[in-house]
């Protein structure tokens, strides 16, 4: 799902961010870059997409398509945040 999160946050945007794409599902597949989903019944209807290390999480792009979505995942984001760091990976800064 994470691909699918990142590909709709570059919908319309300029540029060619596929290089940056490829990066953050290398992250993602390291298990440092997560994405948040939000569903409206069987439709993707927003997400984010950020880079995680320890207990703090960038919000790199989000999307929505329906009035609300992307804040819905920037909250749901910010609240995983709230709960705690993730454990620690190996390699990852203390």
Known sequence: MFCRV??????GRAGSPTRFLRTLAELHADGW???IEVWLGDTLAGGAIGIGIGGVISGDSLFGRH?????????????RRLLGPAPARAGEPA
Do not use: F
């Open 67 to 79: 009035q609300g979505a992307a804040r819905v995942a920037v909250a749901d984001m910010a609240a």
């Open 33 to 35: 870059a997560h994405s």
């Open 6 to 11: 990142a590909e709709e946050c570059r919908t």
